[in-house]
């Protein structure tokens, strides 16, 4: 089979292995598509130091069931799948089930470094972090379910009754998805701030107001066209974009932190304190936020089409990681395309 292998900081190489095979608990998956990560192009870069050379990333994917282990039952082959990257020990799973990114031994597949990941031609994950896709969904939108429920999971930590005004910043691909889960967990108005122009023709689409936050201050972008955001979600996770949230959002509001642009904010503590906001932190979801993700990509699919920018071979993998990591202005979601144009072998 094909892997994309991260040979050196910077360089994607394809590489051809032995397909693994399934053991006791395990199902082995087909990839028909794989999402590029930001996480991964960071990885790539170097710059979050959580991917490393000789590493197989990717964790955003969708497939076919290929074969399963011995004892598995429930999973029949050809079945349209994905998969939850965030694997608990299989004797914890019924402890930690809905709350799996708390258990303190949890490994993320794409991120470990020891354990081969989904940009390959087939991957071994446990058979019980395998979701079957909704029927009729075309395979390749499987692929978007992984963001989804990261945007889910972080919706699901603010209250809802704080639901009625949200500022989302950042309208990049985990932006667009908080965009989706707003609008299924039923909120009033949605504003993302973005400064790509194309991202803000995404977002549009997907039923959100924009403000562009280089043409002037976010608070009186917000306070010009309705009011101060009730909650906010911030979906970069720097130190300009976390002042944002906290000054364009009422006396009281939660605040959500789900991006990760930097390891270390600075942010002004009297904002937090004497005005009573709430800084909540999100990382990855629950087995529950992902099927939950899966059924709401498998009630609109046309419409979260949209998300994807372009799909690529295999072949370009490399040049559309430097060709991102370089900010090429890709608005949304690009698909490295493991079924089509070279065999599997």
């Known amino acids: 089979m094909r892997e994309l292998v991260l040979t050196e900081i910077g360089h994607l190489a394809v590489r051809d292995s032995p397909t693994p095979e399934p053991g006791p608990g395990e199902a082995l998956i087909r990839v028909a598509a794989t999402g590029i990560c930001g996480s991964d192009v960071h990885g790539y870069t170097g710059e979050n130091g959580r991917r490393f050379p000789g590493q197989v990333m990717g964790h955003e994917s969708s497939g076919t069931i290929a074969a399963v282990g011995p004892d598995v039952t429930g999973l029949e082959v050809g079945t349209p799948v994905t998969f939850n990257p965030v694997v608990v020990p299989a004797e914890d799973a019924a402890t930690y089930a809905g709350r799996e990114q708390h258990h303190p031994g949890k490994h993320v597949i794409g991120v470990a470094r020891e354990i081969p990941a989904a940009f390959a031609d087939y991957i071994v ?3 019980r972090n395998v979701v079957t896709l909704p029927e009729a969904l075309p395979i390749e939108l499987g692929a978007l379910i992984e963001p989804l429920a990261v945007a889910v999971h972080a919706v699901r930590r603010l209250p809802a009754e704080r639901l009625g005004r949200v500022l989302v910043i950042g309208g990049g691909p985990i932006g667009q998805s908080v965009v989706i889960a707003l609008r299924d967990a039923g909120a009033g108005t949605i504003i993302v701030s973005e400064m790509d122009a194309g991202r803000r023709d995404l977002v549009r689409q997907l039923g959100a107001e924009v403000i562009d936050p280089a043409t002037g201050s976010v608070h009186d972008a917000l306070v010009a066209t309705g009011g101060l955001a009730d909650a906010a979600i911030d979906a970069v996770g720097i130190t300009p974009t976390l002042r944002d949230a906290l000054t364009s959002t009422t006396l009281g509001a939660p605040i959500c932190l789900v991006g ?14 004497t005005e009573e906001r709430s800084l909540i932190g999100s990382f990855t979801y629950g087995s529950n936020d992902f099927t939950d993700a899966a059924r709401i990509i498998g009630a609109e699919p046309e419409l979260y089409r949209a998300l994807i920018s372009r799909e690529i071979d295999v072949a370009e993998a490399d040049a559309a990681f430097t060709s991102l990591a370089a900010g090429d202005g890709t608005p949304g979601k690009v698909l490295v395309r493991f079924d089509r144009n070279g065999d599997a072998r």
């Open 260 to 273: 990760m642009g930097a390891p270390q904010v600075s942010l002004d503590a009297f904002l937090i304190s």
């Open 125 to 127: 994950v446990p058979a």
